[in-house]
């Protein structure tokens, strides 16, 4: 399910939009503290940002360029603003797309998703696939990145990173996790497992982001 951070200090906008999108199984995560927007992105990995320019503490100018400066993820502008000026200045700044308001849902829909399906379904590296919370796994070199900080996996950490990353949200059976090892041509006992999640888990702890892996005592792991 993609993950898409909605950033607009009109309630009424948020919620209509929110509660639209959601029955479109998009995540939708609402920012409502607008001196963070930078942090709740960070936390969130959205797979596309939708961004008003007029907002409380800084514009949406400046939360694009905080953004882009860390990110390449989608951002649509959002604003009732219709001069000429305030398109291009949001194009410059980084953004993909301009919608003003009010705008017709639709087509805002049929905008997402054909940003989404350029971003993400038809590019070759899919390693921006496997973002979540601010961290991203890297399928071309094994290694997982966090806020500028990188972390070297092994080749056991790295596979089940990936397959709990590919079901978020959702318990990895222990069975199933051992057999993706076994795949690999190495045995795996159950003992074996819980090592392997447990370096993983630290690793991942180590580089500040803490409770991403939860166990499901009987049941298995999932990333939360």
């Known amino acids: 399910m993609y993950r898409i951070m909605m950033v607009e200090d009109d309630e009424k906008i948020r919620r209509i939009v929110a509660d639209t999108l959601k029955k479109w199984q998009y995540n939708v995560a609402e920012v409502t503290e607008f001196d963070k927007v930078l942090t709740e992105f960070e936390q969130t990995g959205p797979h596309l940002v939708l961004l008003d320019i007029n907002l409380p503490v800084y514009d949406g100018y400046y939360w694009c360029q905080q953004i882009r400066a860390v990110s390449k993820v989608p951002i649509i502008f959002l604003s009732s603003r219709n001069q000429n000026m305030d398109i291009l200045m949001a194009i410059n700044m980084g953004g993909d797309d301009f919608i003003q308001k009010p705008f ?121």
């Open 104 to 224: 017709d849902l639709d087509i805002l829909v049929a905008k997402i998703g054909a940003l989404i399906r350029r971003k993400y379904t038809y590019q070759e590296d899919d390693s921006l696939r496997f973002v979540h919370r601010g961290l991203k796994l890297n399928v071309t070199n094994s290694t997982m990145e966090y806020k500028g900080q990188n972390a070297e996996l092994s080749r056991n950490e790295f596979i089940l990173l990936q397959l709990m990353m590919r079901h978020i949200g959702k318990i990895v059976s222990r069975e199933d996790l051992m057999q993706a090892l076994w795949n690999e041509d190495q045995f795996i006992d159950d003992n074996t497992l819980t090592v392997n999640v447990n370096r993983l888990r630290r690793k991942v702890a180590d580089l500040g982001l803490e409770g991403f892996i939860a166990t499901r005592k009987g049941m298995g792991y999932l990333v939360e």
